[in-house]
């Protein structure tokens, strides 16, 4: 018996040898001759190991040197795979696997000219519909799966240039897998990219619903590298960067039948990166490090909070090209229309009712952030010359903000401008509604750099530093006051000049513009302060004055527009323009020779300038040419020709300065003088009243010269007339004119009315013997003598005494004398003259002769001369006959009128004050308007 139960469990123990040995030799030479590569066709691929071993008690199997090619190039190969299988649990129906290790696994993933990869031929096993017999679910569970010091070789063509890739030393584990998809399993990875680049996971998966939850951080990748392995090329090139840190908690879950993943505690740092745009010279950007902590991401929630955030050493270049487009905004949008060419088009009538998927707007937010020490760097081709601007960016800070909560964006900014000039810059933006807020300082900002951008508004050259502080609001939906600017502005060391003559217009020490307020339509300033300005004003020989070539004229349009709504017209006003210590050269080429003087010292102010038609209050000072100069009163500054009332004085003012008008309007050059003026400008209702009183001292003028503008008037003489004896003129001028009418001009007027009486004191100079002296006789410039008589008349007398007074106070007159006679009764007079001489002394004084002795002496002389008298004639017969017998000829006659010019004058020079040489006595004639008793000589009053 025992024999025989020795010999059964001697079969029973070669029974089970002999089974082991064909599970441990037989089954995996099966397996790795004709069950694996089998399964392989099948699949579309080829299988091949060195050898498979199977341990039956232990339940080990061990794969070593395995590949699977596909199309003669490896897809998988692995050094060794082991796997310990619990053999207790597969009689109890359960599949648990204590450890699957795969050891250096290398994996080939590859793209082909075509794009085609090489997985895509591996041929899937088609999913046969499920038998109705419910079957039980196998059990299993894996303790531990591991994959260690893998390879994943990648290449992928871009462009039709290969692009190559490779991780390494990747190790992944899994603990705790199980056929319970409730039941949560562990996974950790790690591997190493081909730049030295780590990745690093650990987690808990739960597959029932699916949920992922773990830790990830990478460290040092290459990011022009992985840029490469996009599939689609960007609009930029990558010469360098390093994603130096990107550490965070994430958590994917399935939520109805959606995917949710969520990215939390986010930390990220990238270093060194350098990108360019890919058209070259277009822009280019880069950075020392930007790093992000606590951020969190929450898809497809479209969330994104970017925690605290900094941006270090950042340099940024872009172009504005003629169309004033932004290359980055360009470059990216070409690139978006060439992958999406049918956002282009138009959507058709038919697709009006298409669904069309709504994205949930993004929430974006972040805690802090910061750049640092930037520059940033602005080509700017929209205008001739280009000019190129840079900006150094010392820190912008963005305080906590969150789309989503409607707190406005806080900046906070400041830095220098390369050209010159630093800046400040706080601002708030409000999303919802849109508005903007903020406040921007400028100190020492270079104006000369950005002259481009002047010349389409001024034509000239502007230099100069500018300070300002303003404050700014802009509210889009605001329609009634879109935008509100206020602050200061100070333009230090100011320059204007011309850019066609590169002639300087105005500079200053400074131009202030305090309490400045901005609206739309609506402009008002509480001060406008000149320091210390130096202007040239100009009129040029066509009456054009300099200044007028800053401003360009616009073109004209032959083109045939749409009626456009009349825009509103600007209102502004300033408080107050005030002038320190100003300079003004003024140079007038419309007069030859040119004009040129100075005012200097001028200072003043202007109160309350508007748009609208209000008075203004002006006072003004300034010396010109060493002489005080005043203006004050009141006007409108914008039509003074409506309402004005100002007062203008001058003193003690050089007048050859003004000698080119002089000669132009006079005749005669200014060789020397002063004058001193007050004029009244008084103008209601375009009613003009001026009243102007002027003094000139010490006058003289040159030479006489044709002058068209002159006028028409004995320039000198009226002068002299007007010029006492101390060399003062004094001319009261009123002027009236009816300024609405637009042809008239103020400054016609007033030559008008000078010339008007220069005529009037030229024509009739002896008018001015009532103001000057006292004097009312009539006919002063005739002086009465009887028919051939020389003795002055007494009133004849107290006219030539009433003259030399005019001729002591007027010392730069002469008096010409003009003696006349008359025939009819000068030449008979001069018969009974020479016949009374005659009886005088042949008989004595005439009172003393009697009346016989007279008739004896009238009848000898008759006697003597041939005619026969006799007793019975009378007296007068006689007197008649003799006085026939006298001969008076013209030259008696030119020697009366002679001899009655020579009692005028030395009657005057008997006065004892005129000299001789003042009295000019002209030729003598007859008498033209004969007056019956009276011959009269003539007297002028002329300038020498």
Excluded at 163 to 188: C, G
Aim: hydrophobic share 40%.
């Amino acid at each position: 018996m025992i024999s025989k139960t020795r010999s059964i469990f001697r079969g029973i123990t070669v029974t089970v040898c002999i089974l082991l040995l064909l599970i441990c030799l037989i089954i995996p030479w099966a397996l790795n001759i004709w069950l694996l590569p089998s399964v392989g066709e099948q699949l579309g691929v080829k299988y091949s190991a060195n050898n498979i071993w199977l341990n039956p008690i232990t339940g080990t199997v061990t794969i070593e040197k395995g590949v699977i090619k596909q199309q003669q190039s490896p897809f998988l190969k692995w050094h060794e795979l082991h796997a310990d299988l619990d053999m207790l649990q597969l009689f109890k129906g359960r599949i648990v696997i204590e450890q699957v290790a795969l050891q250096e696994p290398e994996v080939w993933l590859q793209q082909d000219n075509q794009k085609k990869w090489n997985f895509e031929s591996i041929r899937l096993p088609e999913n046969k519909t499920p038998e109705t017999t419910e079957q039980k679910p196998v059990e299993f569970a894996v303790q531990e799966a591991v994959i260690k010091m893998g390879t994943i070789h990648y290449r992928a063509y871009k462009n039709s240039n290969p692009i190559q890739y490779q991780l390494k030393d990747i190790n992944f584990l899994v603990e705790d897998l199980t056929s319970d998809s409730l039941a949560p399993f562990k996974t950790k990875l790690d591997f190493v990219t081909a730049n030295k680049g780590l990745f690093a996971w650990q987690g808990e998966t739960v597959l029932a619903p699916l949920s992922v939850k773990g830790k990830a951080q990478i460290q040092h990748i290459n990011i022009p590298t992985i840029v490469e392995l996009l599939p689609q090329p960007l609009p930029i090139k990558l010469k360098q960067g390093e994603l130096s840190k990107f550490e965070t908690a994430i958590h994917v879950q399935k939520l109805q039948q959606k995917l949710a993943i969520t990215l939390e505690k986010i930390g990220v740092e990238l270093s060194q990166l350098d990108l360019k745009l890919a058209k070259k010279g277009q822009g280019s950007l880069t950075f020392d490090r930007f790093t992000l902590n606590d951020g969190h991401l929450k898809w497809p929630d479209n969330q994104l909070h970017l925690g605290d955030w900094q941006l270090e050493k950042l340099t940024w270049q872009g172009k504005l090209n003629q169309q004033r487009q932004l290359s980055w905004v360009t470059a990216f949008q070409t690139k978006n229309q060439e992958k999406n060419p049918s956002k282009n088009k138009k959507p058709k009538a038919d697709d009006s009712n298409s669904k069309q998927t709504v994205t949930k707007p993004w929430q974006i937010g972040w805690q802090q952030g910061t750049v640092k020490s930037s520059q940033l760097t602005l080509k700017d081709l929209s205008i001739q010359p280009e000019a190129v601007h840079q900006l150094e960016l010392a820190k912008l800070s963005l305080k906590p903000w969150h789309n989503n909560q409607k707190q406005p964006l806080q900046v906070a900014a400041n830095g220098q401008l390369a050209a010159g000039g630093k800046f400040k810059l706080k601002s708030k933006v409000g999303l919802t509604p849109l508005q903007v807020e903020g406040s921007v300082e400028l100190e020492q900002f270079t104006v000369g750099h950005y002259q481009q951008y002047w010349q389409p508004f001024i034509a000239a050259e502007l230099k100069g530093t500018i300070t300002t502080k303003i404050k700014a609001e802009w509210q889009p939906n605001n329609q009634a006051e879109p935008y509100q600017i206020a602050g200061d502005f100070q333009w230090d060391n100011w320059l204007l000049k011309q850019t066609n003559t590169s002639k300087v217009i105005g500079q200053g020490k400074q131009l202030r513009f305090t309490g400045i307020s901005l609206l739309p339509n609506k402009f008002n300033v509480s001060a406008v302060i000149l320091d210390t300005p130096d202007l040239f004003l100009q009129r040029e020989p066509e009456q054009r004055w300099n200044f007028s070539s800053l401003f360009p004229a616009q073109p004209k349009t032959t083109q045939t527009v749409d009626k456009q709504p009349t825009a509103k017209p600007w209102e502004w006003f300033i408080g107050l323009l005030e002038i320190k210590s100003g300079e003004l050269d003024f140079r007038d080429a419309t007069v030859s020779p040119i004009a040129e003087f100075n005012l200097n010292q001028i200072s003043g102010n202007i109160k309350q300038l508007s748009s609208e038609e209000k008075k203004s209050n002006l006072q003004l000072s300034a010396l010109i040419a060493d002489s005080d100069l005043t203006i004050e009163g009141e006007l409108i500054p914008l039509n003074p020709r409506k309402l004005a009332s100002v007062k203008f004085a001058v003193n003690n003012m050089s007048l050859p300065m003004f000698s080119s008008y002089a000669l132009k309007y006079l005749g005669y050059p200014v060789k020397r003088g002063k004058l001193g003026a007050t004029l009244y400008y008084n103008v209601k209702d375009f009613n003009l009243q001026s009243d102007n009183k002027v003094t000139l001292n010490k006058l003289k003028l040159g030479k006489k010269t044709a002058s068209k503008d002159a006028v028409d008037a004995p320039v000198k003489l009226a002068l002299a007339l007007l010029e006492d004896g101390k060399g003062n003129i004094a001319l009261d001028v009123p002027v009236k004119g009816d300024f609405s009418k637009p042809d008239v001009k103020y400054g016609k007027l007033v030559r008008e009315a000078v010339f008007k009486l220069f005529k009037s004191i030229a024509a009739s100079p002896f008018n001015l013997l009532g103001g000057i002296v006292n004097f009312s006789g009539e006919d002063v410039n005739l002086i009465k003598f009887q028919p051939g008589k020389l003795d002055l008349p007494k009133t004849e007398q107290e006219k030539l005494v009433a003259i030399t007074k005019l001729l002591e106070k007027r010392p730069n007159l002469i008096l010409e004398v003009e003696g006349q006679f008359d025939i009819e009764q000068d030449k008979p007079a001069l018969v009974q003259s020479i016949m009374l001489n005659k009886l005088e002394k042949s008989l004595g004084k005439i009172e003393s002769v009697s009346a016989k002795q007279k008739k004896q002496w009238l009848r000898a002389q008759l006697d003597q001369a041939g005619i026969i008298t006799n007793d019975s004639m009378s007296i007068d017969f006689l007197t008649r006959l003799y006085a026939g017998t006298i001969q008076v000829v013209d030259r008696d006659l030119t020697n009366l009128a002679k001899q009655r010019a020579k009692a005028i004058s030395e009657y005057i020079i008997r006065q004892g004050s005129i000299k001789k040489d003042r009295i000019y006595r002209l030729e003598v004639k007859e008498v033209k308007e004969k007056v019956k008793g009276d011959i009269s000589s003539i007297l002028t009053i002329n300038a020498p």
